[in-house]
């Protein structure tokens, strides 16, 4: 480039960079014009609090014929699609199961309506709660749905189709021939919480499993198998449903709530619970009338009002068929469900041998009766959530053990395993525990509030503003201290519900599996996925406040050796013990809510200045610490 053109672009510049930005501008203006087809979609929050209770959700539940089309907006359709597959905690978990954490299946919506969101094929993202715009294609063929007339006749009325899609090859790779099922299964989860979610916000559905899933693959162009169509409707008129409250929680909070819980603390539960359990899960009108396809029992250790032994269940009645204790033969039968002998109870879900002999070589009707199962194992599931019960679905079982367990070998397959167990969250009306849960969380606090107020004392700015009473604050101090301690530990006690569990506070195995879990777990991934970790974190602040309260009583020990070395000691099990407190009490109310709970972080902050101050006066200058205060040539 010779000098002339040079000098030209230094003289014109200004023109120049005034031309490129236009350009960019124009750009930029161009994109931001073209249709919402064109571009990803980010959907609205979902309401994670609803208005309808979950008990009547499930005793309305039920497939509709009678509904019709709907112009689905942007803020239904965020809705429903959390609630079928979206993360309802950190870490990517989501609303339904999935077997290994793999989550096989992607959820695809075709909208052919005029609402806010533009007609196109789009995938449901729900790490980030948006719309992957794929194609313009809005319609479904028709030709590859093997349905009657009439029910044709209705689908090509409707605007808004849900795919839910996937592969078996990741699932079976890791769980061998029986990944298939294991995906089959989770289809059903997922349609479960479609159609309460349809429900709560006044929709329906009818699935469409019929239809020829290689040629509708080749017509949308997805690399995923196609399992389910959810065309999404209108029902004529308001649905009667029961709002939510503090006993009866929304379908939306039960979703949030769902989670695998696999540990179970020791006591009863009560048996209007299991009733309540047992009636609304497993007795709706979506899964009545399937006796003759799945067979259900009831494994009962500790029920008040129940004997122990098996029982059958049909619908609303149960029969019991072997008096006895089952549940460690249970637990013996399975493959992962060592949680199963800790549980008060379970459920067995089975399919009946005579109907799989009587659709052999039917590969829909067996997937179909693998969505049944799924849609039976979810209501239980989240009925579970709502009465603060755990439970997880076991699927690694030797169904002809367990069959054995149940004397019902050659009439059923057993499928799943769904232990019923105790958790620190059982917060059931009228039951007994509650009065100790709550007692036993008002011991937790008022100890972290004087736990706190008794490390303040010690603040030496503290001290030199009160220094003429330091005998009578120190004396505060021990008492404090004490106090503080006999309040935390009988808030583990109660929380685990029997006092031999003191044991676990002297028993150093304790501490070593809890280190093992912790890590194993790791730090990152505890953050709202568990209680697990911070039980374990609680079981090692108790650990360091029992340590720092023995060392402050050889502190007190006049004639003590090595007092500097104790004395750091001391401090240094304090700081220990406020550490593990803090991630404690974050990482349970965490997990409790997605937001968390915002008087955790004033603790949180409130500790992080105490523990600066310990540091800065306390650790750092031993030696200061070490001398006594003196004052008027008087020891204080």
């Known amino acids: 480039m010779n000098k002339n053109k040079i000098n030209l672009i230094k003289k014109n510049y200004k023109f120049i960079t005034i031309c490129v930005l236009g350009l960019i501008t124009t750009g930029l203006l161009i994109t931001s014009l073209l249709p919402n087809s064109q571009k990803n979609v980010d959907l609205p929050n979902p309401d994670l609090d609803g208005i309808y209770s979950l008990d ?24 429903i699609l ?61 030709e590859y749905i093997n349905e009657n007339n009439q029910s044709l006749s209705l689908l090509k009325k409707i605007d808004t189709f849900i795919i839910i899609a996937g592969n078996y090859e990741e699932t079976i790779s890791q769980y061998g021939e029986n990944g298939a099922f294991y995906v089959d299964l989770e289809v059903g989860h997922v349609i479960d919480n479609c159609i309460l979610q349809l429900i709560a916000i006044n929709m329906s559905t009818i699935p469409v499993y019929n239809f020829q899933q290689s040629e509708l693959q080749q017509s949308l162009n997805i690399p995923e198998t196609p399992y389910v169509l959810l065309p999404l409707g209108i029902t ?47 007795n709706t009108p979506l899964t009545q009338n399937l006796s003759h396809q799945i067979e259900l029992h009831l494994i009962i250790e500790n029920v008040d009002e129940f004997e122990p032994g ?48 009587s659709i052999e070589n039917n590969s829909l009707a067996y997937r179909i009766l693998a969505y049944k199962i799924g849609i039976i194992a979810q209501n239980f599931w989240l009925k ?20 054995e367990v149940l004397n019902q070998t050659g009439k059923i397959v057993p499928v799943y395993i769904m232990p019923i167990g105790l958790t620190p969250d059982y917060l059931s009306p009228g039951a007994q525990y509650i009065e100790f849960t709550v007692i036993g969380s008002i011991f937790s606090f008022v100890a972290f509030g004087i736990f706190i107020g008794t490390n303040f004392l010690t603040l030496k700015p503290i001290k ?13 101090h021990c008492y404090t201290g ?105 990482i349970n109310s965490y997990s409790l809510s997605s937001s ?28 200061n610490a070490d001398q006594a205060t003196y004052s008027n040539g008087r020891e204080m």
């Open 82 to 142: 959390w609630g079928m597959q979206g993360i309802n905690r950190g870490s990517g978990f989501r609303t339904a199961p999935s077997a290994g954490a793999i989550y096989p299946l992607d959820l695809y919506i075709v909208h052919n309506g005029t609402s806010n969101l533009n007609r196109g094929f789009y995938k449901y993202l729900p790490e980030e709660n948006g719309l992957k715009y794929i194609s313009s294609q809005h319609n479904i063929s028709m």
């Open 56 to 79: 009547s959700v499930l005793r309305y539940q039920q497939f509709s014929n009678n509904f019709s089309t709907k112009d689905v907006n942007l803020d239904e359709i965020s809705q």
């Open 482 to 586: 004490i106090v503080s301690l006999a309040l935390i530990n009988m808030h583990y006690v109660i929380l685990h519900g029997l006092a031999n569990e003191m044991i676990d506070l002297i028993n150093p195995i304790t501490y070593i599996n809890g280190l093992i879990h912790f890590f194993q777990y790791g730090f990152l991934m505890t953050f709202g996925t568990s209680f697990h970790s911070g039980h374990v974190l609680a079981n090692f602040a108790i650990l360091m406040i029992n340590l720092a309260t023995l060392t402050g009583i050889m502190l007190a020990l006049k004639k003590i050796r090595k007092k500097r070395k104790i004395r750091a000691f001391h401090k240094t099990t304090v700081l220990l013990a406020i550490f593990f407190m803090i991630v404690h009490i974050f």
């Open 310 to 357: 098996i029982y059958s269940l049909d619908n609303s009645n149960r029969i019991l068929q072997e008096s006895g204790n089952f549940l460690g033969s249970l637990q013996r039968a399975s493959i992962s469900g060592g949680m199963i002998g800790s549980a008060q109870a379970a459920l067995v879900i089975s399919m009946n041998q005579t109907y799989l002999n």
């Open 596 to 623: 968390g709970n915002s008087m955790m972080f004033l603790y949180l902050n409130a500790l992080i200045f105490e523990i600066y101050f310990l540091i800065r006066v306390g650790i750092k200058n031993p030696k």
């Open 384 to 403: 579970c959530c709502e009465l603060g019960l755990g439970t997880v679905t076991v699927g690694g079982i030797y169904p002809t053990q367990v069959a």
């Open 236 to 282: 004529p008129g308001q649905v009667e449903l029961e709002t939510s409250s503090i006993h009866q929680i929304s379908v939306e909070k039960a979703l949030t709530k769902r989670r695998s819980v696999r540990n179970y603390i020791e006591g009863s539960i009560i048996y209007e619970d299991v009733s309540k359990l047992l009636n609304l899960s497993l």
């Open 464 to 476: 030199r503003y009160i220094i003429q009473k330091y005998r009578r604050l120190r004396r505060l």
